[in-house]
């Protein structure tokens, strides 16, 4: 139990200085603030309007902006800033989660095909192929007919977001395979688990972090964009539904506010979501880092083979400071 208490608070530590990182950093200041307007506005909808979705008043529907309704009503008169609100749940929830999955899917066919046989490789590009060729919104309205529920248009995002992940995660993965560290490793005799997960996840983490806050942005935009033809979930209210909804009556009534509110609610969230992701490059990507790994730096493969020996356990430190030592001559004419 003890050490089981260290090791998480070791890693809450890690988390505390991570997101201290991001904060320090001015994009990711911006991105974190603007998105946190969005999710606590999201969380606490209940207690920031005092009405309902379901509030109807036809009598004093399309009603202009006014103390009583800040950004007016809609031909029902359901208050608008509360659909604003309440939407804002739906569309986090499906650019949020459909970011995750594309991510994680994407990462992990893309590791599979680079660095487990040609057989794998073979299948998932072929995949990926056939996908690339399938127009996109025939794709999404087909299959948004099938069942216009949240649900799907999230199973729909991901079947057709993940080939593009998978293909940037394949191509990182065959560079670093090519690595002097990696090649050193495998001559050290390190399995396949340790390399994956002690040289090549590090790797291509800062890619996967910030392609997920990019796609959370994406999907947000592409959420809207069927919602706004008419092919998202008619039983939730989101963003891209308000835009509907307005599309009919807004510019007729001159209710202004009905059209910017959702449209400038999805750009404020989505600047926030690319802020966060570029912030997340700048501070994980080692190029942008600008710092250099002199563990192997001028050694020939052997060499570094034994200046990593120790890290793997196969020798001593000590034993592996000799090897290194009587290697680096060799190195160095390299």
């Known amino acids: 139990m003890k050490k089981l208490g260290i090791t998480l608070l070791s890693a809450l530590k890690g988390i505390g200085s991570f997101i201290l990182k991001v904060l320090k950093n001015p994009k990711g200041r911006l991105g974190v603030i603007l998105v946190g307007i969005v999710v606590t506005a999201a969380v606490f909808a209940p207690y920031l309007t005092p009405y309902e979705l379901d509030d109807y008043d036809i ?13 007016g009503t809609d031909k029902n008169g359901i208050d608008i800033l509360t659909q604003l609100l309440y939407g804002a749940r739906i569309s986090l929830i499906i650019g949020v989660t459909t970011g995750l999955c594309v991510t994680l899917l994407g990462a ?12 794998s490789a073979t299948v998932i590009l072929n995949i990926i192929n056939v996908l690339l060729v399938i127009p996109t919104t025939p794709l999404m309205m087909i299959m948004s007919n099938l069942s216009s529920s949240y ?12 080939c593009g992940t998978a293909r940037m995660v394949r191509a990182q993965v065959l560079s670093i395979m090519n690595m002097n560290y990696v090649r050193a490793a495998e001559l050290a005799g390190g399995s ?3 390399i994956m997960f002690r040289h090549i996840m590090p790797s291509v983490s800062h890619l996967l972090i910030m392609n997920c806050a990019l796609s959370c ?11 706004f033809i008419g092919l998202g979930d008619p039983s939730v209210m989101s963003w891209g539904k308000i835009l509907v909804a307005a599309q009919e009556s807004a510019f007729t009534s001159g209710l ?15 600047f926030g979501f690319m802020q966060i992701g570029y912030a997340l490059e700048e501070i994980l990507n080692p190029k942008m880092k600008r710092k250099k790994d002199t ?21 001593s430190e000590a034993e592996a ?4 030592e009587s290697f680096e001559k060799e190195g160095q004419r390299v």
């Open 59 to 71: 009598a004093n529907g399309l009603a202009k902006p006014s103390a009583e309704h800040l950004l």
């Open 192 to 194: 396949k688990s340790y």
């Open 321 to 324: 400071d000799a090897l290194k």
């Open 256 to 270: 202004w506010a009905w059209v910017l509110a959702p449209g400038a609610a999805i750009f404020i969230t989505v």
């Open 108 to 119: 992990t066919l893309g590791i599979v095909s680079a660095y487990f046989g040609k057989v």
């Open 295 to 315: 563990r192997t730096k001028g050694l020939s493969p052997e060499a570094a083979a034994a200046a990593v020996f120790a890290e793997i356990g196969d020798i």
């Open 217 to 227: 942005a994406g999907f947000m935009i592409a959420e809207a964009g069927l919602s």
């Open 151 to 162: 649900l799907m248009m999230i199973a729909i995002f991901t079947l057709i977001g993940w």
